[in-house]
């Protein structure tokens, strides 16, 4: 069964940095598409970075340019290096796998087969 475990959330002042980790096992990381998907209070689910099993990486319009997506397939560990950090990041940051390709322009957050429990991150100003 596959498991994706998220840690590395919280509480930061605007302008902070935080690196979200997410642990995966029981399923060959490698060949799967992983992402970040974040919700907060009220609004819809938002892709925040999706990385293939190629290395190739997508970010969100509204956090392209603050945060890098990577993986560690050795490690099974995906992560999200979030800079800048704003008072509206403020959300529960998913980690997400699915075991199919899709081109990234047609990826959206309902794609995904698996998630985690999520890590909430709260940036103040």
């Known amino acids: 069964q596959v498991q994706l475990v998220e840690s590395g959330g919280g509480s930061v002042q605007a302008g902070g940095s935080l690196r979200l980790s997410c642990a995966a096992s029981e399923f060959t990381f490698s060949n799967y598409l992983m992402g970040w998907v974040r919700q907060a209070p009220g609004k819809e689910r938002e892709g925040v970075a999706a990385?293939?099993?190629?290395?190739?990486?997508k970010y969100g319009d509204s956090v392209k340019g603050r945060v890098t997506i990577s993986k560690d397939n050795a490690k099974n560990k995906l992560y999200l290096q979030i800079d800048s950090l704003k008072p509206e990041d403020t959300a529960m940051y998913h980690c997400?796998?699915?075991?199919?390709?899709?081109?990234?322009?047609?990826?959206?957050?309902?794609?995904?087969?698996?998630w985690g429990q999520g890590t909430q991150v709260t940036v103040s100003s």
């Open positions: 997400a796998a699915d075991p199919r390709v899709v081109q990234f322009r047609f990826l959206r957050t309902a794609f995904y087969r698996y």
């Open positions: 990385i293939d099993r190629d290395g190739n990486t």
